[in-house]
């Protein structure tokens, strides 16, 4: 007999939890949903009236959350209640990297994990199903148990089953791959359990579609699918500096390999690195797994995955600096997009950060535009200080980032830099002017016939 879910309760309202659980939502209408945080301007936006100000901009995700909001998914900031009335919770909350005391700059930071723990030991009720959906090192759903049963009073009838069930969504396209998933990986001891949560997921999964594993294995699972998406990234990055040097193309290097089956087409477009919240925090807490267990070898080998990843971006501005003659002093650079990749307002990671902040310290006067990224977005990842006042400024007009540039920059694969005027642009800067595509998005041809010079990451000719 499996245990019947009617009631969810979901820690942390983030880009993860707010469109995974408006997910189930949309496909369990027999189950209530609610999704709860700590930080109250979030779930404010969540409730907001104007779709179109939600915390997370995801394609389709306004349509279900205006579809179940108030029916059967909820947005509150009453955590503790919520945990009362739930017979299945998911764990979804941030795992930085931690930034002091041991395993600082490697080890994930699971101070938001235990305190989830601590107030599901305190305030749930009879038995809970408790599943971890937060990206975690191996082991911690051990730890987790120890805190939920630690604190239980053997007569208040509380039993606690914890499964880990990993997201593997990406940002962009999260709607679209919580509805379509590759896989659903749920690890677990306790049959029952692992049951009522493959039960939801069959509301709009096949079965064949879902992989139950052990704990550990499913936990394992997710740092390693990640550590080679991001491996393949690094891999493609790296054979673009070799393509400008050699008279190569990397788009056409990318064709020909993808082509064989065995690696296949996906994850080979090359970039000014990898951003999001997770593929160096993973890769980082993987190599920190490897070194608590003495495993230096495997460690030093997925190090180099991030270290090439932050030599792609120096590049990058580097790459400018020559262009520009050796300085941009005082030159006037439009950066188009700054978010870490297209159809997301997250900034987290971003490549252009790092890129952005190097062009500063330059001495350039950045402009920057991005269809989804607020200003004040901007200017906190950029640790905005007034003797930036000269060097920053940001522009809801794409074309008005161009103005007077020496250079501009395209940072973010946005659809409209796809289709870029090139005849309004060219007329717009100062000459002679650059074009910078680290995407390989723009039509070269039509940039070159409008008098600009162009450059793209890994086609250098
Ligand atoms: P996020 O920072 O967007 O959201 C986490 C939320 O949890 C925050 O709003 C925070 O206020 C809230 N929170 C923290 N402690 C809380 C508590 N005790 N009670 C209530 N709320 C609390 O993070 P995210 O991007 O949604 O990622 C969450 C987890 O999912 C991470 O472990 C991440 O590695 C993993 N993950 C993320 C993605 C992604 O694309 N972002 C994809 C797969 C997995
Ligand atoms: C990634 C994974 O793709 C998800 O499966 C995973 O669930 C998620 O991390 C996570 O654990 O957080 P995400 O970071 O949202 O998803 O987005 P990706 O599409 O993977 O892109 C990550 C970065 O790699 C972006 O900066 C993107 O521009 C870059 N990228 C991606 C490339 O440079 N080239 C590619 O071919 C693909």
Known sequence: MSIDIKQI??????????????????????????????????????????????????????????????INLHFSCDVNHNISIADMIFISVNTPTKLKGIGAGQASDLKWIEESARQISKYSKGETIVVEKSTLPVKTAETIK?????????????????ISNPEFLAEGSAIDDLSHPDRVLIGGENDQAIKALENIYLNWINKEKILTTNLWSSE??????????????????????????????????????????????????????????????????????CRYYNLNEVADYWQKVIDINFWQQKRIT???????????????????????????????????????????????????????????????????????TNHLS?????????????AILIMTEWEEFKRLDFTKISTMMRKPSWVLDTRNIIDRKKAKDAGLNVWNVGVDY
């Not at 239980?152 to 914890?162: C, E, L, P, R, Y």
């Open 220 to 289: 394992l699972s997710k740092l390693t699918a990640n550590a080679f998406l991001a491996q393949r990234i690094s891999s493609i990055n790296s054979i673009s500096a070799l393509c400008e040097v050699t008279g190569a193309n990397i788009n056409e290097v990318a064709i020909a390999i993808g082509m064989d089956h065995r690696i296949g087409s996906k994850f080979l477009k090359v970039g000014p690195g990898f951003g999001g919240s997770c593929f160096k925090k993973d890769i980082l807490n993987l190599v920190y797994l």
């Open 9 to 70: 309760c979901c820690i942390g309202a983030g880009y993860v939890g707010g469109p995974t659980m408006a997910v189930i939502a949309d496909n369990c209408h027999h189950i209530q949903v609610n999704v709860v945080d700590i930080n109250k301007t979030r779930i404010t936006n969540w409730n907001n009236d104007d779709f179109s100000k939600l915390p997370v901009y995801e394609p389709g995700l306004a349509e279900i959350v205006k579809r179940r909001r108030g």
């Open 394 to 406: 940001t522009t809801a007009n794409l074309y008005e980032a161009c103005l007077d540039a020496d």
């Open 318 to 388: 580097h790459k400018l600096v020559k262009k520009l003659f050796g300085t941009i002093s005082g030159k006037k650079i439009g950066i188009l997009g700054f978010a870490f990749k297209a159809n997301t307002n997250d900034t987290r990671e971003s490549p252009a950060i790092q890129i952005c902040k190097d062009l500063i310290i330059e001495g350039a006067e950045l402009r920057i535009y991005d269809p989804k990224v607020n200003n004040l977005q901007i200017e906190k990842e950029l640790d905005f200080k007034e003797s930036f």
């Open 146 to 162: 120890l805190i939920l049963n630690g604190s239980k009073d053997k007569s208040d009838g509380k039993k606690f089953h914890v």
